[in-house]
């Protein structure tokens, strides 16, 4: 099964243009987000698909593998759709799975990309995502951490930016000694079928009200699948994010 890793990387970030190329520790940060990549057992192949000249070029002075995307997309899921297609006609091969990995955590950690292959890998699954035991409260009640649940066979039953469940009868700094909370850790891996599938999908109520993408793809009956991993993954939104970076190697 031949998989690919696309990193969609854009430069007109509203809190924080050209956040692809800010450096931290002397290396920029899509390379760091390369390089973690390359650490991990899947996928076969890396790419990082940008709209930016200045961030192609710099994938190239440090030996990755980049293509040029158009501007307009509205999301980083399409511009793997799009990634994906030069790809394959660059290559003459056809990818089984893409895993969509976020250009703006410099430090993921390899193992949560191999348990996202794996999980594809697995009939029937058709999205894989991850998510992680939430154990600090102010991440419970953050509206920027999503939260997630799910059945007993891990498929995704609902993601809101609200704290999900809700524990009746329980005051809400004692909820995390009265349930579970899991939090949704931004990774994804498709199908290729499924992937070029979901992009054309119209915007749906939930989708609108969370502003949570994959609220749509499960609107519209498509499954996403969730394993677990016990590393936190930490992003960079703005420049002040790039303080907590400056100690790592």
Partial sequence: MAVLGIIPARYASTRFPGKPLARINGKSMIRRVYEQCLLAGKPDKIVVATDDERIFNQVQEFGGEVVMTEEEHQNGTSRCVEALSIIEEKTGKSFDFIINIQGDEPFINPLQIDK???????TPVQIATLGKKIDKKEDLFDPNVVKLV???DHKALYFS???????????????LEKA???????????????LTEIVALPSGKLEVAERLEQLKWMENGYDIFVDYTDFDSFSVDTPDDLLKFTNKP
Wanted: cysteine-free; glycine content about 4%; charged content about 30%.
């Fill in 116 to 122: 996202v292959a794996s999980l594809l890998e697995k």
């Fill in 150 to 152: 799910t059945n007993k």
């Fill in 161 to 175: 930016r609200q704290p999900i469940p809700h524990v009746r009868e329980a005051e809400m700094d004692q909820w």
């Fill in 180 to 194: 579970d909370f899991y939090k949704h850790i931004g990774i994804y891996g498709y199908k290729r079928d499924v």
